[in-house]
Each structure stands twice: as structure tokens, then as C-alpha cells.
């Protein structure tokens, strides 16, 4: 019986039917630790690789740069001077800002760039073949590129708080630093030299205008006048006029006294005497004067005289006035032209442009930090930008 039980489980256990295969695992792509570090490092050595690189073209590569300023102030002449320490800073006033904004204007300009093109070798300057590459400006640069080329390498600005222009120069050497900065400060100087001009013939142009205008109105009154007198053969009709009045009353009066003279002798001498003879002679021959010249003041002649006498005071009146308007613009231009002498222009300069002692640039300690925190940087944000990939593919 017993035997029975033991092989009752033993059928059971055969008659049941067989259990499932457990299924295999999956393969997941493995992100462990050998690929984290080497992403790890090719960032860190791109970053170094760049730090290096930029390093060494710093110390090795990289051409010394030398500036050269200078400073001036445009001024008139009627601006006050300051006494003291100070004789430009601090008074906008001493400078015109007009024409100091036109000096930047003109120094960034295409003419300036051909005036110094006409003074300096600029493509020997800045293409010469010890230059670095990388600042060195190209041998077949076209004139526009040499003009943005220029722009960095020559700096001008104008400071409105104390109306002051300050220009940078900058050249791979000293001594060219120095040229391209005495250079621009004879550009500066001829064109405020040239404003300055303009303003002064501005005031003067239209003054001498109207000098030359009244001129050549006197020029015709005189000539007018001279004509008519040719005309008339007389110097003056007014004069002559009066003339003629004058010497018709100094006739009468001397017939009135001969023939006082004649009623008296008449009382004691005969009419036949001598005396009396030539008395009456001599009051015939003033009374003959006197007719002449009422002939000559009385009809026809009479009209003539009026219509000379009235053409030649039309001409003496033009003649006048053109002589007084004259006169009058000679005054104004005489002020004119001091007015001009006090507004001229001229450049006042503050700082002298003078030959550098050392490179002003790169500053290669203070470049090589900034690199040095970049690439830190660089790799920081590359390393996040890789956990983040790994973190999203997860």
C-alpha cells in the first residue's frame, strides 16, 4: 500500500505537462564607464589644444603692435583763453563741434585714406611679409579693403566733454606709429586750415559782391556824367547858370552907378565933352552885355538851359548816391573782414604724437587669461552638452 502512494505522485508528476522556458534577457547597449571618461577627455584636450594653440600664437606668432596718439582741439580766434593748467579741458566752449565732428568725419573717409596713400607707403606699412599672417593686411588688398583695413589700425574720436580729438594710430613698428599720426594731425590741420578759409570768404563773397556792384554803378554815373558834359561843352549848367545871374546883376549895377555917374557930370559939363562922350560909350557896351546874356537866359536858349540844367542834376544825383552807397559798402566790408579774422579756425594741439617706447599690443598675459577662461568654459558647457545626450539616450 504504501508502495501504491509512492508511485501515485510518480504517475501524477510524469502525466503533468512540462513547465515554460524563462525567456532570455535583453541586450541593452552598455554606457558604462569607459565611454563617460573618454568623452571626458577628448573635451578636456580640445579645449587644451586650443588654449595651446592660441598660446603659442600669442608668444610666437603674434606681431608687436605700436600707438602713437595725438590731441587737438579745433578753436577760433575770438574764443577766450583759459589761463592755468587747464587751457582745453573741461570747456566744451573752445572747441566748435561742428567742425571737430567734421575732422573725425573726414580722417574715416575715403579722401583721407588717399592723402595718406599720397604721404605713406601704407601697403608696405601694414602688408609687409614679417607681419603675422593673420594681421598682416594682403598684397592685392582692393582700395575698400585697405580702407577698413586703415579703420582699425587708425582711430579717431572726438570728446564732447571737453571738445577734444583724440587719434590713434597704430603700426607694427614704432617709427611708422609715429608717421601715420604726424600725418594725420597735417591732414587735421589742413582741413580745419581749409573750413577755416570757407567761413571767411563766405562773410567776405557777398559783401565784395555788393562792393563790386556798387562800384560799377559809380563807374557808370561818372561816365554818364562825363559824356553830357562832353555833349553840352560845359563843366557845369547849374554853375554857369548862376554865373549868369551873377554877372547880369553886377552889370546892372554898374550901369545903374555910370549912368549916376553921367546925370551928375551932365549938371556942369556939355554933352559933348569928352568925359560925357565916353561915358555914354561905356553904358552902351554894359547895356550890350546885358542884352547878350537875357538873350541867353530868355526862349529857345532859355529851355536849353532848363533841359541841361535838369539832365545834368538827374546825373550829379546818381552820381552821388551811387558815391555814398559806395562809400557806405566800403565801411561794412572793412567789418566784414574783421568779423572774418575773428572766426577763423585753427588747430590747438593738446597732445604732440611721439615715438613709442614699447608695444602697446596684444596685451598677452591679460589675452592669454581670457583664453585660458574660455576654454574652461568651453569645456564646462561641452561636458554638460555630452551628460546631457547620455541623460536623454538613457
Do not use: C
Request: proline share 5%.
Amino acid at each position: 500500500m504504501l508502495e501504491e502512494r509512492a508511485r501515485t505522485p510518480a504517475r501524477r508528476e510524469a502525466a503533468a505537462p512540462p513547465a515554460p522556458a524563462a525567456p532570455p534577457p535583453l541586450a541593452v547597449p552598455s554606457l558604462g564607464r569607459p565611454r563617460k571618461r573618454g568623452g571626458t577627455r577628448w573635451w578636456l584636450l580640445a579645449a587644451l589644444a586650443g588654449f595651446v594653440a592660441y598660446a603659442a600664437y600669442l608668444f610666437l606668432w603674434a606681431s608687436d603692435v605700436y600707438v602713437s596718439e595725438v590731441r587737438f582741439a579745433v578753436r577760433q580766434a575770438d574764443q577766450p583763453r583759459v589761463q592755468g593748467a587747464m587751457p582745453m579741458m573741461g570747456t566744451p566752449m573752445l572747441a566748435t563741434v561742428t567742425e571737430s565732428n567734421a575732422v573725425v568725419q573726414f580722417l574715416r573717409s575715403h579722401d583721407a585714406l588717399q592723402a595718406l596713400e599720397a604721404r605713406l607707403d601704407l601697403r608696405r606699412m601694414f602688408g609687409d611679409t614679417s607681419i603675422d599672417p593673420l594681421a598682416r593686411l594682403p598684397a592685392n588688398a582692393s582700395p575698400e579693403r585697405l580702407r577698413r583695413y586703415l579703420s582699425s589700425q587708425l582711430r579717431p574720436y572726438f570728446d564732447h566733454t571737453n571738445g577734444i580729438v583724440a587719434v590713434e594710430a597704430r603700426a607694427f613698428s614704432a617709427e611708422d606709429a609715429l608717421a601715420l599720426a604726424q600725418a594725420t594731425r597735417a591732414l587735421a590741420e589742413e582741413l580745419v586750415n581749409r573750413m577755416s578759409l570757407a567761413a571767411r570768404r563766405g562773410l567776405l563773397d557777398a559783401v565784395e559782391a555788393e562792393v563790386a556792384e556798387a562800384e560799377t554803378r559809380l563807374a557808370r554815373a561818372r561816365d554818364a556824367l562825363r559824356r553830357f558834359r562832353e555833349t553840352n561843352e560845359v563843366l557845369d549848367p547849374r554853375r554857369t547858370a548862376e554865373a549868369s545871374d551873377e554877372l547880369r546883376a553886377r552889370l546892372e549895377a554898374e550901369i545903374t552907378q555910370e549912368r549916376a555917374r553921367l546925370t551928375q557930370l551932365r549938371r556942369f559939363t556939355a554933352d559933348n565933352a569928352p568925359a560925357i562922350v565916353q561915358l555914354r560909350q561905356r553904358i552902351a557896351a554894359l547895356e550890350g552885355q546885358l542884352r547878350e546874356i537875357a538873350q541867353r537866359t530868355t526862349g529857345q536858349n532859355a529851355e536849353a538851359l532848363a533841359g541841361a540844367l535838369r539832365g545834368y542834376e538827374t546825373l550829379e544825383t546818381e552820381s552821388m548816391l551811387a558815391l555814398r552807397s559806395y562809400e557806405a559798402l566800403l565801411g561794412s566790408l572793412e567789418r566784414a573782414r574783421s568779423d572774418a579774422s575773428r572766426q577763423q579756425l585753427y588747430l590747438a594741439e593738446v597732445v604732440r604724437p611721439t615715438l613709442p617706447r614699447s608695444a602697446a599690443y596684444p596685451r598677452r598675459l591679460e589675452h592669454l587669461g581670457t583664453a585660458a577662461a574660455l576654454a574652461l568654459l568651453g569645456a564646462l558647457l561641452g561636458l554638460l552638452l555630452a551628460r546631457t545626450v547620455r541623460d536623454h539616450m538613457h
